[in-house]
Each structure stands twice: as structure tokens, then as C-alpha cells.
């Protein structure tokens, strides 16, 4: 049974900001709670940061240990990536942040 339902908003392309949200995002996972993390404004970028941080890997324990990563369309359109995780819109954002206990932003 999951605890406190929880959206982690990743707003930054920012490494360590990206890092620290994912950190949060599976302790908080662990700790039965459900997490859902959304990216939007440069935010849709973090996964591509193979650096110092991790943030790749990190978003991928947080995947496969059951974690929900969705991203803004219209901000991964707007920056001409391809598709880094599920793609959402800001109805699916609308949602999430209804249906969470808890929504923390980086």
C-alpha cells in the first residue's frame, strides 16, 4: 500500500538541482510513498547529463524500481529533442498535482 502521493516538478536542466530530486524521488519511492516526477521547462532536458551528477542513472533506478517519469511535449517540442521519457501534456500535469499529497518543485 503506498503512503503520501507525491509530484516532484523538475523545472531546471540544472545537474545537481536534477541529481537532488532524484535523490529525494527514491527515498521517497522506498519509502513507500507513491512518486511521480514531472519535467517541463528546461527541466526536459536533465536526463541527457551523463556527468558529475548522474541524473541518467539516478531517473532510471528511479523507473525500475517503479517511479513514473513524464515530460512537457510542448517543452521537449520547443527544444527540438526527442522523446526522453513519456510524454504529457498540461492536462496530465493538471492531475498529477491534483491527485498528490505533496508536490515539491527543483
Known amino acids: 500500500m503506498a503512503g503520501t502521493k507525491i509530484a516532484v516538478v523538475i523545472g531546471s536542466n540544472e545537474p545537481e538541482k536534477a541529481w537532488n530530486a532524484f535523490r529525494f524521488a527514491n527515498l521517497a519511492s522506498g519509502k513507500k510513498d507513491s512518486v511521480k516526477v514531472f519535467l517541463m521547462n528546461s ?11 548522474n541524473v541518467k542513472t539516478l531517473s532510471e ?46
Open 61 to 106: 533506478k528511479f523507473e525500475n524500481d517503479g517511479g513514473k517519469v513524464l515530460a512537457c511535449g510542448t517543452c521537449i517540442k520547443s527544444r527540438g529533442l526527442g522523446e526522453v521519457c513519456e510524454i504529457s501534456n498540461m492536462e496530465t500535469f493538471y492531475s498529477l498535482l491534483m491527485e498528490s499529497d505533496k508536490t515539491v518543485y527543483f
Open 43 to 53: 527541466g526536459v532536458e536533465c536526463l541527457a547529463d551523463t556527468g558529475k551528477f
